[in-house]
């Protein structure tokens, strides 16, 4: 009984991953009509490329929940779905004509979200194939990997432009100002105050 939660998740995660692929072969229906027909097969393979993977990683999860590969794959794909499907949400808004809500901070999330599947596909080849590593002394490698992941991530959330568009800039852009200095009417308002008291300490 105790497993069943383990057993029924890998399922229900590959079903999110399909449901996002769905919406994004709708969004990208425009970009690969105008493909020619030779191209057009091979673009939507990619885009479908998800779910096979999904699939396997499910598999593997729900007979054996303490094997690490399939919960490695389940992970890259849906991180990799969730990020397509956020760059074709941004691609429809700006090419239909018909701006679609949110849309810059859905390329916002687009920016640091394929991030998690960069990291689960690197673990994926040390782990590869018993989900263990070669030996104690990669875990250090491992660990980095991850790390960078995560540092790459903070950056691009920070990051003042979008990745999937130039069009947008980020919708939480950090807000950094050099210290004692205002910005904009502040700062010369406290110019124009600094001018003001040295001259009356001339006087």
């Known amino acids: 009984m105790t497993r069943t939660p383990w057993v029924r998740a890998p399922w229900a995660i590959l079903l999110l991953t399909a449901a996002l692929v769905m919406p994004k072969l709708w969004l990208f229906a425009p ?3 105008d ?7 091979t673009e939507l393979l990619f885009q479908l490329l998800p ?10 999860a729900a007979r054996r929940p303490g094997h690490r590969i399939g919960w490695l794959l ?23 004509g018909t701006p679609l809500p949110g849309a ?8 640091w979200i394929p991030w998690p599947a960069l990291a689960a596909f690197a673990l994926l080849l040390l782990l590869f194939p018993d989900g263990q590593l070669p030996s104690p002394r990669w875990r250090p490698v491992a660990w980095a990997m991850v790390a960078l992941c995560a ?11 979008l990745i999937s568009t130039p069009d947008l800039e980020n919708p939480f852009p950090p807000r950094v100002a ?11 308002r406290d110019r124009g105050c600094g001018v003001g008291d040295r001259g009356r300490h001339r006087d």
């Open 35 to 41: 493909l020619p027909p030779s191209q057009r097969i």
């Open 151 to 161: 540092v790459i991530m903070a950056f691009l959330a920070l990051y003042p432009g």
């Open 178 to 188: 050099a210290p004692g200095l205002g910005q904009g009417p502040e700062r010369d």
């Open 51 to 60: 779910v096979p993977f999904a699939a396997v990683g499910a598999l593997i």
């Open 74 to 96: 389940l992970a890259g794909t849906l991180a990799i779905a969730s990020a397509q499907l956020t760059w074709g949400y941004v691609f429809y808004s700006l090419s239909s």
């Open 31 to 33: 970009l690969i009509g």
């Open 104 to 111: 810059a901070i859905v390329g916002w999330v687009g920016n």
